[in-house]
């Protein structure tokens, strides 16, 4: 097993070739227990190890609880079978119009504009997600482009993936000048988390396409824990604000990782230093593989009051869940 370096090197997307795939290679940088290996084997196999190395070394070595490594260490118990718990919690597969299309809400639809990601979290929605089927051709861009153009309700497109920002610039570039060529369109939306476990990410090239589209820009980043957030972190955050983005952030309420109020309170006061505004806490999406992850709606509800207590009204993220059918996130 080659040894796996301690700092990241090159430029982002060499640091998404060199993330860790191995799940005792994690196991052992980290210097756990190897009684956690047997674990990380069989969480592998049903979805496998991704982090990379700018993430890795915000963690704490030796440490089973941090709650960086808790949101990428694969367990045993993602084998368990538990009632409700299922590979499509959010029903997407219904609404999937085209290829690499979703379109649930009003006003807006998503675009699946990458199959992978820097990093696999734990507790992702669409961990099954059959990425597979959702790799358009060109020409069936083209089709997914007429859906967009043929309904002048859409004002928004979000760019989803897997992580969007995973595709290289030139693409992403051709694809949001096509998009900004669709009149309706005023908003470009694009959740990531890129620009949190690979800063680097936050390049020249990205900065060119993103900052030169007329659409109004607003990344929503995807952030569960003070410590996620490094200085390197906040520069990118920095470089995104310069060129004309919105920032926000969404949270997963996770057992293990932010289920106590002074972690939700160190992560808001955190963001807010990254100029980046606290938008959503989602309750976790119910999931097959991630179970244990999962906080009572009763807890997740006496944990914001508790926040509400600690912190100024606009560092409060709103408690939702997403339910399936729904027009709109549901409020807790
Ligand atoms: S889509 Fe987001 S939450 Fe899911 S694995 Fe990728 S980065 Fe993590």
Redesign the pocket.
Known sequence: MAPVPDTPTGDWQQQLRDVIRDPVALCRHLALDPAWILGARTGHELFPVRVPLAYLARMRRGDPEDPLLRQVLPLVAESDAVQGFVDDPLEERDHTPRPALIHKYPGRALLIASPT?A???RY?F??HFPYADNAPSMNEWEQTLDYLRDDDSIHEAILS???PLASPDRRLATLVKRLEAIPHLKRLRIHT?LPVVIPDRVNDALLDWLGGTRLQKVVVL?INHAQEIDEAVIAACERLKAAGVTLLNQSVLLRGVNDDVGALERLSERLFEAGILPYYLHVLDPVAGAAHFDVPDDEARQLMEALRQRLAGFLMPRLVREVPGEKSKTPL
Request: proline share 0%.
């Open positions: 990601c990093i696999n979290c992702c669409r961990r993936g897997g992580d988390r995807h």
